[in-house]
């Protein structure tokens, strides 16, 4: 039996992340029944965006011109870079306006498990940004996990191997903004009271 | 309804579906245990399903052979303690990965467990210099091969030598050799760290590196000889970082 276009529409929904096909369908017969004519919108916004959205050929951040405009705006700060896994926690930084520097996206973190290698990452790019611009600092601004430091621990390693003159640094691990010490774990309490600083 | 509760080390996280995972727990009465976690990406799991965490589990199933479900809370997060120090992190991915990959499911190891437990605590409370932690996991893989069936006899000479004169090891039988009995073969013979011999002897990082030597070749020739993928890569960068230091 040949598919219709409804079939087709939910298959495409079903593959987002956070969606099966039950909750597909429901989106698609919704979208027919009550909402036909923000079906052409939504259809010309993606095209939009497909069309619109780059990736930056420097940083990997999501812009609509290439290079972003972090890495074009004359403000930043351009001898300190910021190494960070995902888009997504590059808007977590820029939301809190506390850093002015540029940064380079990996596009993920060293996994066995989910068969990410070095080959997998971000990482010639980089090379490259280290030998073309004068970096200082690099700050390395990975989860506290497992795979995070793992990650964190190689990028040290090929940094050093060729520029030893640049200072590293990576996140604080510690007590929460609103933690209270109680209710902490063994772990968080420890790495704060290594990571504590003088007052 | 099969139900059991015990503390069990993380071993391995296998993501399944959008948010569940598959979860290898070595526990003291059940060995390796592997296990249905829900929602394992939730902000209340994630902290716990590191490998190397201590965790108390409450397994249950239908009937004994199926996978089962986990409920699971913290004990000791020794993952947050290590992951700072990279000599540490690589031996914990090391020590999690040969325990995942050489143990039988469901079989206890009461012993290998509380020698892992021990380790574990050294590396998470003790020093970060190699010197301070990197001794025990030589023991923790002789202990381990000794688990597997392969056990190392270094109390005497096999060479008919003097005990208290040892300096090597035969990769073939397992047993330490003194120096004047092996001088002839000592090409062919591994060396035989100082801490290991019966009066014992310096756990500096030289030592650390013949020991791992040592242990590296007989989990390849030994324990993971039938294993199609060998000594799991885990293991050999754990090697390679020690040696570059």
């Known amino acids: 039996m040949s598919k219709t276009p409804f079939d087709h529409l939910v298959k495409q929904f079903s593959l987002l992340p956070g969606l099966g096909p039950r909750s597909a369908k429901r989106i698609a017969l919704h979208m027919l029944t009550k909402g036909r004519g923000s079906m052409i919108d939504l259809a010309q916004t993606l095209r939009n965006t497909a069309d619109q959205m780059k990736i930056c050929s420097k940083c990997g951040n999501l812009d609509m011109i290439d290079v972003c405009a972090i890495c074009a705006s004359p403000k930043r700060d351009t001898k300190t870079l910021c190494i960070i896994a995902n888009i997504g926690d590059l808007w977590a930084i820029e939301r809190t306006h506390s850093y002015q520097g540029v940064y380079h996206v990996l596009g993920g973190v060293l996994s066995v498990i989910d068969g990410v290698t070095p080959d997998n990452l971000n990482l010639s790019d980089l090379e490259m940004r280290l030998e073309d611009e004068e970096i200082e600092e690099i700050i390395l601004a990975l989860s506290a996990t497992v795979d995070g430091q793992t990650t964190a621990h190689y990028v040290t390693d090929l940094i050093h191997r060729r520029h030893n003159q640049i200072n590293i640094s990576r996140l604080a691990h510690g007590m929460p903004v609103g933690g209270e010490l109680d209710y902490l774990d063994d772990g968080t309490i420890m790495t704060a009271f290594k990571s504590r600083r003088a007052i | ?245």
Not at chain 2, 124 to 140: L, T
Not at chain 2, 185 to 208: H, R, T
Request: charged share 20%.
């Open chain 2, 1 to 245: 309804m099969e139900n059991w509760t015990d503390q069990g080390i993380v071993l391995h996280v296998l993501p399944h579906g959008e948010g569940a995972a598959v979860l290898k727990l070595f526990t003291e009465t059940r060995g390796l245990h592997a296990g249905y976690v829900h929602g394992a990406h939730s902000a209340s799991k994630r902290p716990l399903l590191e490998i190397g965490n201590l965790l108390h589990g409450d397994w249950h199933a239908k009937i004994d052979d199926q996978l089962g479900t986990y409920k699971l809370e913290l004990e000791q997060q020794f993952a947050a303690m290590i992951m700072e120090d990279r000599q540490k992190m690589a031996a914990l991915k090391a020590l999690t990965s040969l325990l995942s990959e050489s143990l039988p499911e469901r079989e206890a190891h009461p012993d290998l467990y509380h020698t892992t437990l021990a380790l574990l605590t050294i590396m998470a409370f003790g020093a970060d210099e190699i010197a301070a932690w990197g001794a025990a996991y030589v023991k923790w893989e002789i202990a381990l091969l000794r688990e597997l069936g392969f056990s190392l006899d270094l109390t005497r000479c096999a060479g008919g030598g003097s005990a208290q004169e040892l300096g090597y090891i035969s990769p073939k039988t397992g047993c330490a050799v003194s120096y004047s009995a092996g001088e002839p073969y000592k090409d062919k013979l591994l060396p035989l760290p100082a801490f290991l011999k019966p009066n014992g002897g310096p756990e500096d990082e030289e030592e650390i590196v013949k020991g791992l030597h040592m242990t590296g070749a007989f989990l390849e020739k030994w324990a993971f000889a039938q294993h199609t993928k060998g000594v799991p890569e885990a293991r050999r960068d754990f090697s390679i970082i020690i040696s570059q230091n």
